[in-house]
């Protein structure tokens, strides 16, 4: 029986074909199986020796894409506003209770 990968083996890979404009999806991770598995035409699927999914990889269906990932912006706040902020903290943990 063929050992199954551990944590720092598992990968995820997408890739996009200029020529082809189109999005190729990589998976090793079994979290990713399902997320990948439904939007991939006609998908490489490997197996191990006990059936369990090993590996995913295609391209996406037409339409499908990868969107950019969004910058995490932190917020900028006064005295005031983060004062505000804190006294309405208080409020609801105090109407919880």
């Not at 339409?63 to 900028?76: A, D, L």
Request: net charge positive; no cysteine; glycine share 6%.
């Amino acid at each position: 029986m063929k050992q199954h990968l551990s944590l720092e083996e598992q990968e995820t890979v997408l890739y996009f074909d200029g020529e082809t404009k189109r999005w190729y999806v990589y998976t090793s991770r079994s979290t990713d199986f399902n997320r990948y598995r439904y939007v991939i035409d006609s998908p490489t699927i490997m197996y191990y020796d006990d059936g369990q999914v090993m590996s995913i990889e295609g391209k996406l269906k037409e339409g499908w894409y990868i969107p950019k990932p969004r910058e995490h912006k932190t917020r900028v706040l006064t005295d005031e506003q983060r004062a505000e902020l804190v006294e309405r903290g208080r409020r609801l943990s105090q109407s919880r209770i």
